[in-house]
């Protein structure tokens, strides 16, 4: 089959690789579309947790054409399907507490183990999720991330009155703002500095958008004088961070969302964390929160179609891959079979 590989530390190789079979509790899928990620950047960038070489691609949708002989449930061949590429081990102390995504014995698909950038991957039956038709191949790409904002609002639940700021209205954040939009909070602002992605903001729910600049302090402090009860990094960016809790209230709490690299560090004054009574709060991929954005996708509480600027063909991942990874893009799919 063909395949992206990553075969080292900023390396791409578009190549024929060997077609998966399944293991004994494994299902192999025909991957219908999958989305680049920016953990997939950091993956890249030898800035995260994999080893190289390492197909990629962990936000998929597709077809089961392979069952092994001991997968169980009810998975049979043709099944559309999206899979959970987080691997639990099952037994440590973390999974039989409820924290099955700080797993000891972690595994992730596309992240430790070969995943779907790539016309067919081999993962546990147990990670897979049957599809409503309602759902396109579009938005079967979608569960994955939208779990990730399921379980980032599980860590940090919402207040009716509660007024937010995002930061960054990438695709992660876009998502964000929808469901906050369907959560609760009375008030959305977003900071961004591209003015597409705030125009589409708007468009998804956001009740004020503020260009990221050298204005941005002012028209923040005009809208909220005193911070916002929610603030939330949606970038990644270190300085982005440090700079975020300027904007947050007295009891205000400020939400982890964008991925750094490993080795970032940023500057609290744990005066001012002690004085304003301030509630910091990360949120690490998801913990069984498929079902829920499954729900949403299906029912169209979350829009994603608009979400997508670029789909390609594998034979066009580098291209699109290192145009995402500059910003050029909002979510960009890979359609394996062109």
Known sequence: MKAVVFTGPEQISITRVPDPTPAPDEVVIRVAQAGICGTDVHIYRNEYLSDFPLIPGHEFGGTVVAVGREAGGDLAVGDRVAADPNLY??????????????CRNWQGVGVTRDGAFAEYVAVPARACYRLPES?????????????CVVHALKRLPVSPADRVLIIGAGPMGLLLVQAL??????????????????????EMGADALIPAGEAQTEALRARAPYGYDVVIDATGVPAVIENAFAYLRPRGRFLQFGVTPRNARIQISPYDLFHNDWTIIGSFALCYTFLPAIDWLAHGVIRVERLVSDVAPLED?????????????????????G
Do not use: W, Y
Not at 135 to 147: G, K, M, N, Q, W
Not at 181 to 202: F, M, N, Y
Not at 317 to 337: C, N, Q, S, W, Y
């Open 89 to 102: 081990c099952m037994h440590c102390d973390f999974c039989r507490n409820e924290q099955a995504n700080h």
């Open 317 to 337: 991942f580098a291209d699109v891959f290192h145009r995402f990874a500059a910003g050029e893009t909002l979510k960009a799919h890979i359609r394996p079979a």
């Open 135 to 147: 759902i396109s191949d579009t938005a079967a790409a979608f569960v994955e991330p939208l779990a």
């Open 181 to 202: 939009r369907h959560s609760g909070a009375s008030d959305i602002t977003v900071l961004e500095k591209q003015s597409a992605r705030l125009q589409l903001a708007g």
